[in-house]
């Protein structure tokens, strides 16, 4: 979906990046994960759902072979607010010792899921586990842990867009945005 289908509704207050912006810059985070990951097995672990479109991108800028995985994982939030309370929907079909983990987010905001899924994931004897995320707000940068690949750093609004949902909609728009508060408020 481009973006002229919502603005009708102004929705949309801002464009943040377009398609081809992203898709440049996953590229790029492509490319130095190639690099840091060189001669060994990669396993991609993406969180459903938002992750669906930053993992479909990211793995195809990938020249080399990967494995991919899926969790679901809620995290009681309600709204625009996340609680850091998570709960397994779907867990991994993938066993992780000894396999060099690559976790695949679309956005990271208090980081209060991915401290969660990092620990949950490193009980399971895993070689390494890092973080490529799309998107990064502010609050996250305070946190301990350390996020490896980050897509773009951004100001503290909600986002929709590139699998990133207001009440399920808006996953399938092509680009980033800022919603309007009107549509949440
Ligand atoms: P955290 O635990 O880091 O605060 O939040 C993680 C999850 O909250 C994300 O995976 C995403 O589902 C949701 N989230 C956080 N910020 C946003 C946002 O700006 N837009 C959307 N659509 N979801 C967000």
Redesign the pocket.
């Known amino acids: 979906m481009d973006q002229m289908h919502v603005e009708g509704d102004l929705d949309l207050d801002q464009t943040l990046y377009s398609e081809a912006e992203i898709v440049t810059r996953l590229k790029e985070m492509a490319t130095q994960i190639e690099s840091d990951y060189e001669g060994k097995d990669l396993l991609l672990v993406g969180?459903l759902k938002?992750a669906v479109m930053v993992m479909a991108d990211l793995a195809r800028s990938l020249d080399r072979h990967v494995e991919m995985d899926w969790m679901a994982v809620s995290?009681y939030?309600s709204g625009?607010q996340?609680s850091?309370v998570v709960r397994i929907l779907k867990d991994l079909d993938t066993d992780l010792s000894g396999r060099h983990v690559l976790i695949v987010?679309?956005?990271?905001?208090?980081?209060?899921?991915?401290s969660w899924l990092i620990t949950n994931l490193r009980s399971r004897g895993p070689a390494s586990v890092e973080i490529a995320t799309l998107l990064r707000?502010p609050e996250?940068q305070r946190m301990d842990v350390d996020v490896k690949y980050v897509g773009f750093d951004i100001p503290n609004?909600?986002?929709?867009g590139y699998g990133?949902?207001?009440d399920e909609r808006y996953r399938n728009l092509r680009c980033i945005g800022t919603l309007s508060p009107h549509v949440y408020s």
């Open positions: 969180v938002g995290s939030g625009t996340s850091g987010e679309d956005i990271i905001d208090t980081g209060l899921t991915l707000k996250a609004a909600f986002v929709v990133l949902d207001y």
